[in-house]
């Protein structure tokens, strides 16, 4: 049959009803049925031609990781004492880097990763379809899931956190290994272990993100009625509808339940306020302002409570404007007394005096025009016009010079 370029009536009408299908499979909350998810991941294993390895649960994607990086870190440490450290520590940089697989056993741990989304897509159900039409025409319709605003959050906050651990646990009072690393050497291995946490992650599979994939396939099978392997398809079904995300290896294969809660705003982007807008089972959580990731000091806070102080010491310019919009204006005026001082078009410069700081606090304020959100910038306490405080942030440019204020 030949690609069909433009949908009838009828058919245009369905889309919503797959959006809404796999969305909501994309976004269940309901425990995984352990029977039911090994028995999908035993399927695939044995379609790829592997061997059916050990089957592990986990509670969520960062009990996963642990399993993988942490509780088998003996087995790490193992392969690190020896005496080659000392020799690495006094190395050349371009001697550490040839020594670099040592910080790499993982693979003879668990073997090799499965790459399942790469197995699955190459299966021959999916061969006979044209993959840019598909995407063209439908991809984008039927991406509406909300979800791809958060499971980049996960590597986001799991990478630098594994990190941060696996560095506590190298340096663990009795270690052999404790004051042994370099700082050199540790900047290697960080390395090292960033990329291979990377490659972990990516290789993953995630069956919120593949919804999408599923509910484009499912429109052309069911709907536009494309020749297709009934039970391959339902194999690679049952991997979105029964299981949480899979890490799977030759010789181990971890499966993670859902989250146990999952919030989002009006938009669909993740988004609570005072409580996680991902939380799983064992705890781990993480927090979000409509789509922007927040640390957990100011996620766990309802923005009722948040204190105009911090923007004071907050660097990152998404995060302090978060802040703003949670705080208001109003209350940041009031808390930190500022004082009006000029006003040049969407400009005011503003000035704190609350003694919380060395010197007088001047903030520049600039409401955006599109999308009337408020930022705020601190300047010297020598600017003396909104437009002075403008050609400083602006690194000499003339407020005259701007066409339309961003």
Known sequence: MSLIEKLTPEQEALIPVYREKWRAIALSTERIDREKAAESVKVVYAAFGVEVPEIVFCDSPYAAFSEIFLDKFDQLIQKLEFPIISRLNKSSVSRIRKQEKVFQPLPELLGKQIDFFHEVMNSPIFQTIDTKILYNCLYLELDSNGWDYGHGLFYTHLQP?????????????????????????????????????????????????????????DFYFKVLNFDYDVK?????????????????????????????HLRFDNQNRLHAEGEPAIEFTDGYSLYSSHGVTLPEKYGKIHPQQWQSQWLLTEEN???????????????????????????????????????????????????????????????????????????????GVDSEEFGVQT
């Open 317 to 395: 310019a998404e995060l302090r404007r978060v802040l703003i919009q949670g705080i208001g204006y109003a209350r940041i005026c009031q808390e930190l007394q500022a004082i009006e001082l000029d006003n040049w078009q969407e400009y005011t410069l503003l000035k704190i005096d609350n003694n919380v700081d060395i010197e007088p606090i001047y903030l520049l304020k600039m409401t955006c025009p599109s999308t009337s959100f408020i930022h705020a910038l601190r300047v010297p306490p020598s600017m003396n016009s909104a437009r002075e405080a403008i050609r400083w942030v602006n690194w």
């Open 232 to 260: 391959k398809f339902q194999h690679f079904q049952s991997l979105i509808i029964e299981c949480g995300w899979i890490f799977g290896f030759e010789k181990v294969a971890i499966i993670c339940d859902r989250p146990l």
């Open 161 to 217: 956190e594994l990190i941060t651990k696996i560095y506590e646990k190298l340096h663990q009072p009795g270690t052999k290994l404790h004051n042994r690393i370099g700082k050199r050497l540790w900047f290697f291995l960080r390395k090292s272990l960033g990329s291979h946490i990377g490659n972990v992650y990516w290789k993953s599979w995630q069956p919120d993100k593949n919804a999408t994939v599923a509910s484009v396939y």
